[in-house]
């Protein structure tokens, strides 16, 4: 390690090591290990940040994210790794956000060759060269590995990830596809069974929920939807082709800021090549499935759903969906919840006629504009006490992440069975998703108060009442409920009747 002659106070960094895709596990093992040599032999105090299989885009790295942060408040006095292009090899925007992290806490980068100390105008400058060259290198090799896929696909080749359920890649007991798939036998009587029910008439949703009843899970141990089922339906590969070219364009929903929007591409320029492994089902079979779902999908919902005067806005208790509604004997109803969880399990929030709903929110709505004044002098309390809300709610999801991260480990360490842990699992991320919904309308909150002023509410608050007895259109009504109301939270069990209104 050359220090040109420059003297460091080094005692405690951070070893980063990241697997690409192409490299193997054994290669990241000993990239650790050069590293954690080199850290024992200068006697610095190390945290290890280990990345496997992922993009050159920083925002896609959780490590390296969460390292950028440490190097903002200043925990490492250096950050070691095997070759200055571990650190990214992205785009000019990309490798600036790194040199201006590193520069501005003024940490430094150790190589087992080098120390690069980006605040001094040689290394900087040695850096800006190794990270062009690098980033030529990584697109010649993606362009290479895009071309190969490409090519693979052309050949009858699996070039598509993950296959789908129920085959394996290239291998299950004594089977073989070399480059290919092969079915698990073990998993084909659920998709056999999944297809026979489609047949007959079944629902993708009903389909799911006869799956999760029975404790049968998708191969990552998570419930069945209705959306992966119907993926599973209308997938091509089961019929023992392979099909590519269908998009063009990045549809990830974590994907680079430079990529392209996914796109679809013509079916006449789809690359399809037959016969590639065993196929799973028929084509007669596949066919009158795409018909059956294709008859569920003939009436649009805009069509099936007529818009009332709270339509979209009473948001149930429990669940968080919106209620519907109906019309019986010319009076307006406001449907039970119909959320079904992936077990079929209904929510089971009532309804109730609409006008009594009316009445409560006409009030609630009257009392707000009344103490409208005295609640504007207390608006910047209500401001602060909402940021209070919601840093102790990101405060609360950083330690439900942790959990379940705590959870996993302790299955791979064998302290839970495979029961225990889906049961921990999903109680989790039950847990992180409600935190993350509440986070999310805490932030519309803050947001809609940003976005409208003082004299606007008062402006909107006389508008609704000056026009909400005389329109008698629906669709008018609800326009103007929606001039003054975020959304109306509704929870009823027999009498029991709570009514919560988010004003805008």
């Not at 969460?66 to 200043?74: C, F, K, S, T, V």
């Not at 069509?303 to 339509?311: D, E, G, K, L, P």
């Not at 009076?331 to 399990?345: A, D, H, Q, T, V």
Request: net charge positive; charged share 35%; proline share 2%.
């Amino acid at each position: 390690m050359n220090t040109d002659d420059r003297k460091y106070d080094i005692r405690y960094v951070a070893v980063y090591v990241r697997k690409s895709r192409a490299e193997s596990m054994e290669d990241l093992e000993k990239h650790r290990l050069v590293l954690t040599d080199l850290c024992k032999k200068h006697n610095f105090k190390y945290v290890e940040y280990i990345e496997v299989g992922t993009s050159d885009s920083i925002d896609m790295r959780p490590k390296m994210v969460r390292l950028l942060e440490e190097i903002a408040e200043g925990v490492y006095d250096a950050v070691c790794v095997v070759e200055y292009d571990r650190l990214g090899r992205g785009d000019l925007g990309e490798q600036d956000r790194l040199k201006k992290a590193f520069q501005k806490s003024e940490t430094l980068i150790i190589t087992p060759d080098k120390i690069y100390d980006l605040n001094n105008d040689n290394d900087d400058t040695y850096a800006d060269l190794k990270g062009f060259f690098a980033r030529q290198e990584y697109k010649m090799i993606t362009k290479r590995l895009r071309q190969g896929k490409k090519i693979g696909a052309r050949r009858g080749q699996w070039t598509n990830g993950t296959p789908p359920f129920p085959y394996v890649y290239q291998r299950y007991k004594d089977d073989y596809n070399k480059k290919g798939i092969v079915v698990n036998q073990e998993r084909l009587p659920i998709y056999r069974e999944i297809i026979e029910k489609a047949l007959s008439g079944l629902s993708p949703q009903k389909i799911a929920e006869n799956l999760n009843q029975r404790g049968i899970f998708t191969t990552k141990g998570n419930y069945w939807s209705n959306v992966t089922i119907l993926r599973l339906l209308l997938d091509e590969t089961h019929l023992g082709k392979i099909i590519t070219n269908k998009t063009k364009g990045d549809g990830h929903k974590s994907k680079r800021p430079n990529a392209k929007d996914v796109e679809t591409i013509s079916k006449s320029e789809w690359i399809v090549v037959e016969g590639c492994h065993e196929a799973v089902k028929t084509e007669e079979e596949h066919d009158k499935i795409v018909q059956l779902i294709a008859k569920r999908s003939l009436i649009g919902t805009k069509a099936r759903h007529q818009t009332f005067a709270f339509s979209g806005l009473i948001k149930c208790e429990r669940c968080g969906h919106s209620h519907t509604f109906y019309t019986k004997r010319e009076k307006l109803y406001m449907k039970p919840c119909w959320y079904i969880s992936p077990l079929g399990e209904k929510c089971r929030n009532e309804g109730i006629l609409v006008s009594v709903i009316e009445e409560r929110v006409l009030t609630e709505i009257a009392k707000y504009k009344d103490n409208f004044l005295s609640d504007v002098e207390h608006e910047d309390n209500g401001m602060r006490s909402l940021q209070t809300l919601i840093a102790e709610r990101e405060s609360l999801l950083i330690k439900q992440k942790k959990a379940l991260a705590l959870v996993n480990d302790a299955y791979e360490m064998g302290d839970y069975s495979r029961e225990e842990w889906l049961e921990r699992k999903r109680k989790r991320e039950l847990e992180i998703s409600n935190t993350s919904n509440e986070i999310y309308e805490l932030y519309k909150r803050t947001h809609g108060d940003k976005q409208l002023s003082n004299e606007e509410r008062l402006q909107a608050l006389s508008n609704f009442f000056d026009n909400i007895i005389s329109t008698t259109n629906d669709s008018s009504r609800n326009d103007l409920y929606r001039t003054v109301l975020e959304s109306i939270i509704w929870y009823r069990n027999g009498d029991n009747i709570r009514v919560k209104i988010n004003f805008k």
